[in-house]
């Protein structure tokens, strides 16, 4: 009897050994994550998108490879408040860094704080974290004397420096914002489709190669300016690629790239004339919620586990904080706005078709206080799409109607929104005003945000 009690516990132990050791080994297998965002970018100026001109050869591979998102949107009509709901997974009137100077509270359960905790390292470069808006977040700050600021550059040391530890990098590319200046060849490189590669160095053009922030109207162009200026771009999204082949082959020669997964997306998209102008919110200080501005790219690319996959369903930058808990095997964080793609990449049924919503102020970083009293929101289904301007003189009636200014489309018979719709349909109208002024009452929030200036500056606690 004695003897039997030993054997079982013996056994007892030696299968508690091999499950601990199990979950040790599951926890050492989960792979790195590098999420690399690209500033104003336009995904449909991506071969993989379906455009004509040969701009991106090497992230086509990437999304032949992996999972590509056809409709993918932003939160906002510029870089913060989308960038901090990739990081939260909340919408922007919820966590409430939805101007200039705002701050995240200490105490928010980012993604890296979440990756931290399960035994990542969670690097980012000074440059990345230096202003109010990016505190808080949980990242670890890097010595700024290593790294010399160059575009991508920085990324590549970063990664060599990080290459033998489990690690999550979040690299913001900056290339494709205005100026809209690519170095030679880059800035000839799609000019010959309009007169033989002779650039036209006009005014408009000179201002859009020098200027960070051009007023919207501040400036015309003509036809053949349109088309130098979109030229001038698209070079800046082919040199975007041959970087990112750079980037692939040095982490293929350091041995970390099996073992990565890499999303590429954005902060936001960016206007090319197709509403009389160029830019986003923050450049044109006129913020607007068309597609061109909130529709981005997003590429899942992890041959390891996933295989290639073109999923249609709108999806939000909300989502990828859950999307990328789940695809490690850890558990949700409790109060999460947005939902898992998992099911999705795996060609599952979606877990939920809901509306894409979108905020922003009216110029964006630029904006004065004026001006951030000045918003701009938008619900968006596969089929409509509704835009409402609040200003500070809107005022709501006793029968509850808002006399902001309202636009609708409809994306199925007309995608380019140029034509508002909105007093001939009314009923759709009145579905979609509710959808989106529920959604305003139930994510408006205080709990997140910091009032302006508030808090410590982790750059500062080093």
Request: charged share 25%; aromatic share 12%.
């Amino acid at each position: 009897m004695r003897l039997q009690k030993q054997l079982f516990i013996v056994m007892y132990f030696l299968v508690f050994l091999f499950v601990f050791e199990s979950r040790s080994e599951a926890k050492e297998d989960l792979p790195n994550i590098l999420l690399f965002t690209v500033d104003a970018c336009r995904p449909d100026h991506f071969g993989c998108y379906g455009y004509s001109r040969n701009t991106t050869p090497n992230i086509d591979k990437l999304a032949r490879d992996g999972v590509l998102f056809t409709h993918a949107f932003s939160q906002s009509a510029w870089t913060t408040p989308g960038m901090i709901s990739i990081f939260t997974s909340l919408y922007p009137p919820t966590h409430g860094v939805d101007a200039k100077d705002r701050t995240l509270k200490d105490d928010v359960l980012t993604l890296p704080r979440v990756l931290k905790g399960n035994r990542y390292v969670v690097p980012v470069l000074p440059k990345f974290v230096d202003i109010p808006n990016y505190w808080h977040l949980g990242f670890d700050v890097v010595d700024k004397e290593r790294f010399s600021g160059e575009e991508g550059e920085d990324l590549l040391k970063l990664l060599e420096a990080y290459k033998d530890q489990r690690f999550f990098i979040w690299y913001h590319y900056h290339g494709l914002h205005l100026p809209y200046n690519p170095p030679n060849p880059y800035d000839k490189i799609f000019q010959e489709d309009i007169f033989g590669g002779v650039s036209a160095e006009t005014e408009a053009v000179a201002l859009v190669k020098a200027k960070s922030v051009i007023k919207n109207g501040s400036v015309s162009f003509n036809s053949t300016e349109r088309k130098v200026v979109v030229a001038l771009y698209d070079g800046q999204v082919r040199q975007l690629d041959d970087y990112m082949k750079q980037l692939i082959e040095r982490m293929k020669k350091w041995g970390i790239l099996d073992n990565t997964v890499i999303i590429v997306t954005s902060d936001h998209g960016e206007e090319l004339f197709e509403h009389g102008f160029i830019g986003h919110a923050s450049t044109s200080l006129n913020a607007k919620l068309y597609d061109e501005i909130i529709h981005i790219p997003l590429i899942i690319w992890w041959p390891k586990k996933i295989k290639h996959r073109v999923v249609d369903e709108q999806v939000q930058q909300i989502d990828i904080m859950p999307t990328i808990l789940d695809m490690l095997g850890l558990p949700p964080s409790e109060g999460l706005q947005g939902y898992s793609l998992l099911p999705s990449i795996q060609g599952k049924p979606a877990n939920n078709l809901r509306p894409v919503f979108c905020e922003t102020i009216l110029g964006g970083y630029q904006s004065t206080k004026e001006m951030e009293e000045i918003r701009l929101r938008c619900v968006r289904t596969k089929e409509w799409k509704l835009i409402y301007t609040k200003t500070p003189t809107s005022n709501v009636s006793s029968g509850g109607l808002d006399d902001g200014k309202y636009e609708l489309y409809n994306l199925s018979s007309a995608p380019k929104e140029e034509r508002n719709i909105f007093g001939n349909h009314p009923e759709v109208a009145k579905e979609l005003k509710k959808k989106l002024f529920q959604w305003i009452e139930t994510t408006t929030s205080k709990e997140y945000s910091s009032q302006p200036n508030a808090g410590i500056n982790p750059l500062q606690q080093r």
